[in-house]
T-cell receptor, first 111, second 113 residues
Framework: SQQGEEDPQALSIQEGENATMNCSYK?????LQWYRQNSGRGLVHLIL?????REKHSGRLRVTLDTSKKSSSLLITASRAADTASYFC???????????FGTGTRLTVIP | KAGVTQTPRYLIKTRGQQVTLSCSPI?????VSWYQQTPGQGLQFLFE???????NKGNFPGRFSGRQFSNSRSEMNVSTLELGDSALYLC????????????FGPGTRLTVT
């Protein structure tokens, strides 16, 4: 079963706008990762945030983590049409050895 | 450096048959994990191999099995195929089983009719 839920399930924005996706999970974690998937293909690792970190940046990506609320958010700034994809959060549970993926958010960026 | 490769990319099988999927990790990577992705269940972990040993297994029936060879290449096998096995099967590799970052292949799309 999946570890977490993401919302919204789908998001449609104009090019240049910011996109925010949220992820909630259920158990204590070691780290949380975000992946992107283009149209039924392989996943690409975007960013990792450890349980003792609260915020992390990578290029146009900003990730926050609130372990007290068991939630994370991914912000993509100045979106581009090429950002159109599905975005998944994945957690590494404390004591576990595999990734547990969320349900994903389908982002569409309109040129 | 070449990425993770999976073969075949597409496969159509009939119920009751068996299938073998192959994954070649990035050169130097010794950990390989397999995931199943379906519209209904999303991405689910199947198993993980490191140095030819299965370290971890997800909640799948015994019809799903795998192995890893000395060159780190991995195969997964599904026997007695069911319609519900239709899915995208993704393989991921990493240097070590530390789960900091996994590199995914393009997947094998299996359709069971």
């Amino acid at each position: 079963s999946q570890q977490g839920e993401e919302d919204p399930q789908a998001l449609s924005i104009q090019e240049g706008e910011n996109a925010t996706m949220n992820c909630s999970y259920k158990t204590s974690i070691n780290n949380l990762q975000w992946y992107r998937q283009n149209s039924g293909r392989g996943l690409v690792h975007l960013i990792l945030i450890r349980s003792n970190e609260r915020e992390k940046h990578s290029g146009r990506l900003r990730v926050t983590l609130d372990t007290s609320k068991k939630s994370s958010s991914l912000l993509i700034t100045a979106s581009r049409a090429a950002d159109t994809a599905s975005y998944f959060c994945a957690t590494v549970r404390t004591g576990a050895n595999n990734l547990f993926f969320g349900t994903g958010t389908r982002l569409t960026v309109i040129p | 450096k070449a990425g993770v490769t999976q073969t075949p990319r597409y496969l159509i099988k009939t119920r009751g048959q068996q299938v073998t999927l192959s994954c070649s990790p990035i050169s130097g990577h010794r950990s390989v994990s397999w995931y199943q992705q379906t519209p209904g269940q999303g991405l689910q972990f199947l198993f993980e191999y490191f140095s030819e040993t299965q370290r971890n297994k997800g909640n799948f029936p015994g019809r799903f099995s795998g192995r890893q060879f000395s060159n780190s290449r991995s195969e997964m096998n599904v026997s007695t195929l069911e319609l519900g096995d239709s899915a995208l099967y993704l393989c991921a590799s990493s240097l070590r089983p530390n789960l900091d970052e996994q590199y995914f292949g393009p997947g094998t799309r299996l359709t069971v009719t």
